[in-house]
């Protein structure tokens, strides 16, 4: 019937073309004859391919069909078996079944429509059609945009009949005209709207309802009572913003050094684009970067390498503890530097140090165009002459491998001191006849062309001149007869060690050049050899020992080691020297568990005596953390997975969102509400620390150090049972795409009545879609968009975390506003309610207000704005009601 139904509106359209063909006039008044095989050819706007790819991309994924379904209605498709597929596809996703060929196949048997439809072999057909379901909103696009154009035909159609017919007053057919064009365009939402008659008595029914409730709330409790009496719980299809300044808290003193992937900066110095290295080594982006902060409490933290640096007080450092050091069950924890002061030692009669940071792994950077053979310069800084091209030793094994890296050694007179200079490759003159005699000779100039005097006498009328060389590094003209010519400044500075010795800034300052010490590993392992195969030595324990009177040299020897995963100690010790600067004797030493020199006879000693790695050599011990005067500090943020940059010049690793968390407690564990939380910062483990933390009243670092009291356990206990019933929902998945989270929240919704979803945070997300944004500001607002369109979806509150922009730290009284949300104007525009978290004792160390929060109600579409202050108990991580607590 259908199709019958089909066949009747195409064999309209065609009479339509028909008739519009006989009235259509000729320029001289008459009307054209109809071109009726024209107009029967003609078929409605349609695209079966595209139609056949959307239903094969719904089949193929479950995110195609909620991509789909928000551009698609199945009257949009041309082909009435297509739509019968499509809405078979959607009842079998609306109640969270899995929609493929046969679950498809079954329900049209089911509803005796298979046969219709083309039978079950036309739908796997659409499977196998369909080049991939990434694309199927693309191809819905075309479907919606044909039945479109076939709604505009048929309503001409509807036009011209009605001018045709002229029946009634001409603005009634005007008006009927209209609105059979603005029905084209007519989208699935278009009866959504309803006049304000219609709405007045489900309003009325809902404020009855609500005075029946003696003044119970109807949302989502909050646990904040000021905030819940406000906007008396969060509601059904609201998106609520909480947004702060990221890395609040988390900051190191200006002087501090940051290595680069070129070099060093300070924290000071650095600015958001700039490169660090990470942990693992490699580059990270800085992507923000605070204002400089005063006043805030700093602590001196030392390690047992001599290290130092000032941090504040909620600065965080990724730290192993005795427990973690002994259980492989145990992870590495985020600590503040206050918390790591407060366990600094462990229980234990020896009260030994309890934290240990973990060295970073080598540096992985690119190889470098250097001028001078790493194992040669290694070795010159070790035993060569501050202000010549020469070395001295007796070890005829070292100079055997310092030719084989391309140079030629020749001794000085009988002494065991030998002067180096590059071995010029093509450096032979080239074989010549005499123009005279014909005799062969090897010219010492490029333009002799004789073997002698006599004959050179003879030829100087008799052949042309010889052409002078040009120089194959200049292009100048030079008098060379090598198969190479170089002119003779050329010559000097491709042959000369002490020509590049002198550019790199070396002569009479030995260290070791920066463009080195960025090199490869490959290349810094080699520069390391050559400094150890001539001042380097084996202790009795293994160790390795390097020992220097030049402090320059010292220093780049220490971040040659501790740039190549090493943990190394120095200490000095007085000697008898020239000057008052060669007086003193730097003895660096370290303990690697590989290959470190390349002569036979220290690598056969170093392979006796060293010991085995331990967990200790991969760590340094924090042995100190003291309170000092407070500096001005700054933090940065890096973009990496595991937020780590490097500091110091030891390169010690260094780290880099409550609120929400506490709005999801009071849904799921105090009122048993099913709530998501989707952390794209924290691991799953950290937030169910952080919910056990809050619930049970016990200090997070108490939990992250291994040091709970008996009274911990118990507390904790007391309330396992309570946690572990509620509904509460965690997804750490990295890298999450607004389409995951839709579909996810859709499967929650259905399975377990989902009440509430928080997203942390909002500028961590990604659109996922197969468009690439044209920046990243469109991104964030399409995201925001498609969080309300979410929250309007599956009727539940959208809780999303943002950041601020630098805003409030520019400013007199730091408040946030809603127009320092970061990146986006839309957050701001979408949002139903904004909340700005703003702590005063962040930023004023004296402040009246310390331990307490600010909640600036900034934005309330349902109510009124206010700011509300509660308590932030840091140590237990949460944030509570003045009063109390909950």
Request: charge should be neutral.
């Amino acid at each position: 019937m259908a199709e019958l139904e089909h066949a009747g509106a195409v064999w309209d359209e065609a009479g339509m073309d028909d008739q519009l063909s006989v009235a259509r006039p000729r320029r001289g008044g008459e009307a054209e004859p109809p071109d009726e095989r024209a107009a029967f050819e003609r078929l409605p706007p349609q695209d079966l391919a595209a139609e056949q790819s959307v239903l094969g991309g719904m089949l193929l994924s479950k995110d195609a069909i909620a991509d789909v379904v928000e551009v698609l209605r199945g009257r949009d498709f041309y082909k009435p078996a297509h739509e019968t597929i499509y809405d078979a596809i959607l009842d079998l996703y609306a109640k969270g079944e899995p929609a493929d060929p046969i679950t498809i196949s079954d329900a049209l048997t089911k509803r005796g429509e298979l046969a219709k439809v083309g039978g079950a072999g036309y739908v796997h057909s659409l499977v196998q059609t369909v080049p991939t379901a990434a694309n199927a909103e693309y191809y819905a696009e075309i479907v919606h945009d044909r039945a479109v154009l076939r709604r505009l035909v048929q309503a001409g159609t509807r036009i011209t009949q009605m001018g045709y017919a002229a029946d009634g007053d001409v603005d009634d057919i005007v008006n009927s005209a209209q609105a059979e064009i603005y029905q084209v365009t007519e989208q699935r939402t278009a009866e959504d709207y309803l006049p304000l008659g219609e709405i007045m008595e489900g309003a009325l029914d809902e404020i009855e309802a609500i005075s029946n409730r003696s003044g119970e709330m109807t949302g989502v409790p909050t646990g904040f009572t000021d905030l819940d009496s406000l906007t008396n719980g969060l509601h059904p299809g609201q998106m609520i913003v909480i947004a702060a300044r990221p890395a609040m808290g988390k900051a190191l003193a200006l002087d501090t050094p940051l290595p680069t992937p070129t070099g060093w900066t300070t924290m000071g110095e650095v600015r958001p684009g700039d490169s660090l290295l990470d942990a693992s080594g490699r580059p990270t982006r800085v992507v923000e970067a605070t204002e400089v902060m005063t006043g805030r409490p700093c602590y001196e933290v030392a390690f047992d390498d001599g290290t130092t640096v000032i941090a504040d007080a909620d600065h965080q450092w990724l730290t192993d503890t005795r427990a973690s050091r002994r259980s492989a069950r145990v992870p590495a924890a985020v600590r503040t530097t206050k918390e790591i002061a407060e366990t600094l030692h462990c229980h234990t009669a020896d009260a030994r140090h309890n934290h240990t940071v973990r060295n970073t792994a080598p540096l992985e950077l690119p190889p470098q165009d250097l001028p001078i053979p790493p194992y040669v310069l290694g070795a010159w800084l070790g035993d060569g002459h501050s202000a010549a091209a020469r070395i001295t030793t007796a070890d005829a094994d070292l100079v055997r491998r310092i030719e084989h890296e391309g140079f030629d050694v020749r001794r000085v007179g009988a002494s065991i001191t030998y002067a180096l200079r590059f071995a010029v490759r093509g450096a032979a003159p080239v074989e010549r006849t005499c123009v005279v005699c014909g005799k062969p000779f090897v010219p010492k100039l490029a333009h002799v062309r004789t073997c002698g005097r006599s004959c050179d006498g003879r030829a100087r009328f008799g052949s042309a001149p010889q052409p002078h060389a040009t120089c194959v590094d200049c292009g100048e003209r030079c008098f060379s007869a090598s198969a190479e010519p170089r002119c003779a400044s050329c010559a000097r500075r491709h042959g000369s060690l002490l020509v590049r010795l002198r550019e790199l800034g070396l002569l009479g300052n030995k260290h070791i050049p920066q463009s080195y010490l960025r090199g490869s590993v490959a290349q810094r392992r080699e520069l390391l050899a050559g400094l150890l195969d001539t001042d380097g030595t084996v202790t009795r324990t293994g160790s390795v020992r390097f020992v220097v009177t030049s402090r320059s040299l010292a220093d780049g020897f220490r971040e040659l080691i501790v740039g190549l995963g090493y943990r190394c100690g120095v200490r000095t010790r007085s000697v008898r020297g020239r000057s008052v600067d060669s007086s003193t004797a730097y003895l660096i030493t370290f303990t690697p568990t590989d290959e470190v020199f390349a002569l036979g006879r220290k690598r056969r000693v170093h392979a006796e005596r060293r010991r085995p790695g331990t967990a200790k050599s991969g760590q340094r011990v924090i042995t100190g953390v003291r309170q000092v005067a407070s500096v001005p500090v700054r933090c940065v943020e890096v973009d990496n997975p595991s937020h780590l940059y490097l500091a110091t010049r030891s390169m010690v690793p260094t780290h880099n969102s409550t609120l929400a968390l506490d709005f999801a407690r009071s849904c799921s564990i105090k009122h048993k509400l099913p709530s998501v939380i989707f952390s794209l910062e924290m691991g799953r483990n950290e937030i169910a620390m952080r919910l056990l933390s809050a619930e049970g009243r016990v200090a997070l670092h108490h939990m992250r150090s291994g040091s709970m009291t008996d009274e911990d356990w118990n507390r904790l206990a007391r309330q396992m049972a309570e946690v572990n019933e509620a509904p509460l929902y965690i997804d750490d998945s990295p890298n999450l795409s607004m389409m995951e989270i839709r579909a996810k929240c859709r499967r929650l919704k259905q399975r377990h009545d989902l009440q509430l979803v928080v997203i942390d945070y909002l500028q961590l997300m990604q659109s996922g879609g197969s468009r690439r944004p044209e920046s990243r500001q469109q991104e964030v607002s399409e995201m925001s968009r498609n969080l309300k369109l979410l929250a309007k979806e599956l009727e539940v509150p959208v809780v999303a975390l943002s950041q601020l922009n630098r805003g409030p730290e520019q400013r007199t009284d730091k408040k946030p506003m809603v127009s320092d949300l970061r990146e986006s104007g839309s957050i701001e525009q979408d949002a139903d309610m904004v909340i700005l978290l703003h702590r005063e004792d962040a930023y004023e160390k004296e402040s009246p207000r310390a331990g307490e929060a600010d909640l600036i109600v900034a934005k309330h579409r349902n109510g009124p704005t206010a700011t509300i202050t509660v308590a932030f108990q840091g140590h237990y991580s949460r944030f509570v009601n003045m009063e109390g607590g909950f």
